[in-house]
T-cell receptor
Framework: DQQVKQNSPSLSVQEGRISILNCDYT??????FLWYKKYPAEGPTFLIS?????DKNEDGRFTVFLNKSAKHLSLHIVPSQPGDSAVYFC???????????FGQGTILTVHP | GAGVSQSPSNKVTEKGKDVELRCDPI?????LYWYRQSLGQGLEFLIY????????KSGLPSDRFSAERTGGSVSTLTIQRTQQEDSAVYLC???????????FGQGTRLTVV
């Protein structure tokens, strides 16, 4: 039972354009959502998070949008840079419980 | 240390041997997680600690896997009688409380031959 799903295994974007990474979840008890970036041979790096009481959180070039009714969140990267090329994971948790559940990841490639 | 530290970074072991993987979390972080990533797969949850207790060990694949945490700090993941399907990168993460982002170590790449 995949409670967090990233349906796009890969995404290719031109440098300077917007990258939009999508994530869907099924567990209505999730109330905190996170995005991680992972380079090969490294551990995931925390990027940005959002609480279920918000619908948007912004940090520099990264913005996360949350649509609770649709159980959908997205990560926007603007403008995309070649150094953003990595695997992006979304994750979700019930804050009262603590366990982080991850999606399968999306490979982002940003072309110069 | 400044970040989550895992050791060893690489481990090659023979099938049937036991292995121990170590995680040093960020100082003061009460929550500690173990995940693994097999080749081409996502992050698979193994176990979660809050302090020294493990409220969720539902992800441990079999009774060959066990983990402990002592002093609310260092954690050890033990795999007994390793099998080839145990080959994966084992990742540890810690967070200040059960809310908020978790910070990962570099992982231990385990290869069972």
């Amino acid at each position: 039972d995949q409670q967090v799903k990233q349906n796009s295994p890969s995404l290719s974007v031109q440098e300077g354009r917007i990258s939009i990474l999508n994530c869907d979840y099924t567990n209505s008890m999730f109330d905190y959502f996170l995005w991680y970036k992972k380079y090969p041979a490294e551990g995931p790096t925390f990027l940005i998070s959002i609480s279920s009481i918000k619908d948007k959180n912004e940090d520099g070039r990264f913005t996360v949008f949350l649509n609770k009714s649709a159980k959908h969140l997205s990560l926007h990267i603007v403008p995309s840079q070649p150094g953003d090329s990595a695997v992006y994971f979304c994750a979700a948790k019930e804050t009262s419980y603590g366990k982080l559940t991850f999606g399968q990841g999306t490979i982002l490639t940003v072309h110069p | 240390g400044a970040g989550v530290s895992q050791s060893p970074s690489n481990k090659v072991t023979e099938k049937g041997k036991d292995v121990e993987l170590r995680c040093d979390p960020i100082s003061g972080h009460t929550a500690l997680y173990w995940y693994r990533q097999s080749l081409g797969q996502g992050l698979e949850f193994l176990i979660y600690f809050q302090g020294n207790s493990a409220p969720d060990k539902s992800g441990l694949p079999s009774d060959r896997f066990s983990a402990e945490r002592t002093g609310g700090s260092v954690s050890t993941l033990t795999i007994q009688r390793t099998q080839q399907e145990d080959s994966a990168v084992y990742l540890c993460a810690s967070s200040l409380v059960s809310t908020g982002g978790a910070f990962f170590g570099q992982g231990t790449r385990l290869t069972v031959v």
